[in-house]
């Protein structure tokens, strides 16, 4: 077959290398890709056959370029990892007759009170939700809710914007701060609005799942996540456990299930986040994409499982390989700043080890960054990622090489310490 009549696989936005390279290079494991994005980055070019110059946000421009792009290779299907693209994705492989999640269902998880209010008419444990738009509504809400609350904008990720307020006289400020957060990418199409939400007791989980018809639903793993300090929610790191017990837990397996039908979501890679409560799992989010911050990274070198790879079979309509082929742990962990300021310097002793994955600086001299609470994603300094055969080896090993870290921030030098 001539390169001109190969199948193509569509590949809507490519991100952020330190985060995304290896998901890109999972999708051109087995398919020919072409990458739609507004500026298409030079470090996609080794993974891609051809990319396309368009405004993403331009959804007549990007259905004009699908066209040209049909002319000159078949469309074996379309596909994102960036959560600002899933629904556009949806819209195209209906359009297109190609496989893909019901635009209706990946909306309704795009909009974080469509969420609620599906996972409320279904029966499924979740958090009580209220959406607002003003400070004396968030108030209002609180109130009624009872404290301590979450305060989060209605469409957007990352954990920006969001806060827990403990008492009356906070919930207006951290409204503001929901109300005006942004998120590179997602605010120009995230939902207006604010939610106030009953705040859950327990250590949060995300469920990395394979859809493959209604209700027919595959944990692949289960991510423990490490958040920062409260009030803000930032994430300070994630592991992956191959033999991790909640993979044959069935009270998570029947809620996190029945989420998933309640939105509607009946093909894909899902990341489904959980608090595990004393009263049982509650979900937090569903999220039609694969895990953000190195997650299918994680999942695949504790288990073997490429996840990418099968979001791209998915895609095309083919069946995804879900055998695990390994089982160890695998865990990575950011570093923040404590101080806000230009950095100064950065810099690493020299480190080896088989076992550490990566090390990769994200902030560089003259970058200015943000200390907590006020930190975002956009504020990391570094992370890495180490496996080993336990979940304490691993965090033992990543101590190992964040200690090994030195950056020094503005004046007074200042050598910040690891956000645990």
């Known amino acids: 077959m001539s390169r001109h009549n190969q199948p193509v696989l569509l590949v809507l936005g490519a991100g952020d290398r330190a985060y995304r390279s290896f998901l890109l290079q999972e999708f051109g494991a087995r398919h020919h890709l ?5 500026q298409p980055p030079a470090w996609t070019r080794p993974y891609v056959s051809d990319a ?21 290779h078949p469309i074996s299907g379309v596909t994102t990892y960036l959560e600002h693209h899933v629904e556009l994705v949806a819209h195209l492989a209906k359009e297109l007759g190609l496989p ?5 269902a990946v909306e309704a998880c795009r909009d974080k009170a469509r969420t609620r209010q599906l996972l409320a008419e ?3 444990p979740s958090a009580r939700s209220v959406l607002v738009n003003s400070a004396e509504e968030a108030t209002a809400a609180a109130d009624a809710i009872g404290y301590p609350v979450v305060i989060k904008p209605r469409g957007l990720g990352g954990s920006a914007g969001v806060h827990r307020a403990d008492y009356r006289e906070h919930v207006a400020a951290h409204y503001d701060s929901a109300a005006a957060a942004t998120l590179i990418g997602l605010e120009a199409s995230a939902a207006a609005g604010v939610l106030v939400e009953e705040y859950l007791h327990g250590p949060e989980i995300s469920v990395e799942c394979a859809v493959r018809g209604r209700g027919d639903v595959h944990i692949a793993a289960i991510t423990r996540k490490r958040l920062g300090a409260e009030p803000a929610f930032l994430e300070t790191g994630h592991l992956v456990d191959a033999t991790d017990p909640l993979l044959d837990d069935p009270a998570l397996h029947h809620v996190v299930t029945s989420a998933i039908k309640a939105v509607g979501i009946t093909t894909g890679i899902l990341h489904v986040e959980v608090r595990l409560t004393r009263q049982g799992p509650r979900i937090i989010e569903i999220n039609a994409r694969l895990g953000g ?24 309509g083919d069946t995804p390989d879900l055998n695990a082929s390994m089982a160890q742990s695998a865990a990575v962990e950011f570093r923040y700043p404590t101080v806000t300021g230009p950095v100064q310097t950065a810099h690493a002793r020299a480190f080896t080890a088989d076992w550490l ?56 030098v200042r050598t910040t310490a690891c956000v645990r």
């Open 100 to 104: 893909g999640a019901d635009p209706d």
């Open 34 to 38: 072409v990458l739609l994005d507004n």
């Open 122 to 124: 279904h029966g499924v």
């Open 357 to 412: 994955e990566r090390l990769v600086w994200t902030r560089q001299s003259g970058d200015i960054v943000t200390a907590g609470p006020h930190s975002t994603i956009n504020d990391r300094l570094a992370h890495a990622v180490v496996c080993a055969p336990t979940a304490d080896a691993c965090q033992a090993r990543l101590d190992q090489v964040l200690q090994s870290l030195t950056v020094y921030i503005a004046e007074p």
């Open 52 to 72: 396309v110059t368009v405004d993403l946000h331009d959804h007549q421009a990007v259905h004009r370029a699908v066209t040209e792009i049909a002319l000159r």
């Open 293 to 316: 911050d190195l997650i299918p990274r994680l999942v695949h070198l504790a288990t073997g499982i490429s996840l990418p790879q099968a979001q791209a079979a998915m895609a095309a």
